[in-house]
C-alpha cells in the first residue's frame, strides 16, 4: 500500500541551526502538506503545495520557514535558525486532491531544539 | 473560520463498552468532516470522513460517526471497545479548500 515517508524519524540540533526536513508523498498525489504537533497540543497546519508553490499558509510559517520540492519526488520544510519552539512532531501529508480527499499522513519527523 | 471542539480530553471505557467521542463543528458552508486516529508514536491514519451523501458513515475498525447539521455535531461511536482502541482521536474539518483544521483530541483509554 502507498505511503508517506519521512526522513528523519527524530532530529536533534542546536538553536540558531538549520534543519531540513524530508517527505516523500504519495507518488500521484497533486497536494502536500505540513503540519506540527508540540507535544501535548493538537495537530496545526503549517503550509500546503500544490503545482509547485504555497497555496495557503498559517501564521506559524513564518520567513523561517521554507518547501520546497526540488525533483518531483521529494518535499521538503525547511528551518532557517530554529528556535527552542521549534520543537514539535512535524508532520507530511499528501492527498490526490483538495477539498473533500483524504490526506495521507507519515509518520512524522520529532524535532527536538537544545 | 471553520473549527471543531472535542469535548473532553480524555475518555475511559470498559473493554465491550460503548465508545462516544464527541465533536461539534462551526462552519458557514457545508463541511468536510474527518476522524483521525493516532496511535502512540505514529502518524495519524483516517478513519472515516463525510463529504455529504450519507449522514452516517462507517469506518474502519467498526468505527460510525453520524453527521448531524442540526446539532452541528459528527460524533464518533463504536458499539464495543478493544483494547486495541487505545489512541488519540482527532476530529477534523476541511473548510473545502486544502487544509485540515483539526480538533484537540480526545485520548481513548480502554480498560480491561
Known amino acids: 500500500e502507498p505511503e508517506v515517508t519521512q526522513t528523519p524519524s527524530h532530529q536533534v540540533t542546536q538553536m540558531g541551526q538549520e534543519v531540513i526536513l524530508r517527505c516523500v508523498p504519495i507518488?500521484?498525489?497533486?497536494?502536500f502538506y505540513w503540519y506540527r504537533q508540540i507535544l501535548g497540543q493538537k495537530v496545526e497546519f503549517l503550509v500546503s503545495?500544490?503545482?509547485?508553490?504555497?497555496?495557503?499558509k498559517s501564521e506559524i510559517f513564518d520567513d523561517q520557514f521554507s518547501v520546497e520540492r526540488p525533483d518531483g519526488s521529494n518535499f521538503t520544510l525547511k528551518i532557517r535558525s530554529t528556535k527552542l519552539e521549534d520543537s514539535a512532531m512535524y508532520f507530511c501529508?499528501?492527498?490526490?486532491?483538495?477539498?473533500?480527499?483524504?490526506?495521507?499522513f507519515g509518520q512524522g519527523t520529532r524535532l527536538t531544539v537544545v | 473560520a471553520q473549527s471543531v471542539t472535542q469535548l473532553g480530553s480524555h475518555v475511559s471505557v470498559s473493554e465491550g463498552a460503548l465508545v462516544l467521542l464527541r465533536c461539534n463543528y462551526s462552519s458557514s458552508v457545508p463541511p468536510y468532516l474527518f476522524w483521525y486516529v493516532q496511535y502512540p508514536n505514529q502518524g495519524l491514519q483516517l478513519l472515516l470522513k463525510?463529504?455529504?451523501?450519507?449522514?452516517l458513515v462507517k469506518g474502519i475498525n467498526g468505527f460510525e460517526a453520524e453527521f448531524k447539521k442540526s446539532e452541528t455535531s459528527f460524533h464518533l461511536t463504536k458499539p464495543s471497545a478493544h483494547m486495541s482502541d487505545a489512541a488519540e482521536y482527532f476530529c477534523?474539518?476541511?473548510?473545502?479548500?486544502?487544509?485540515?483544521?483539526f480538533g484537540t483530541g480526545t485520548r481513548l483509554l480502554v480498560s480491561p
Open positions: 463525510y463529504t455529504s451523501a450519507a449522514t
Open positions: 503545495f500544490y503545482n509547485n508553490e504555497i497555496s495557503e
Open positions: 501529508a499528501s492527498s490526490p486532491r483538495g477539498g473533500e480527499a483524504e490526506a495521507f
Open positions: 507518488s500521484n498525489h497533486l497536494y
Open positions: 477534523a474539518v476541511s473548510p473545502g479548500f486544502q487544509k485540515l483544521v
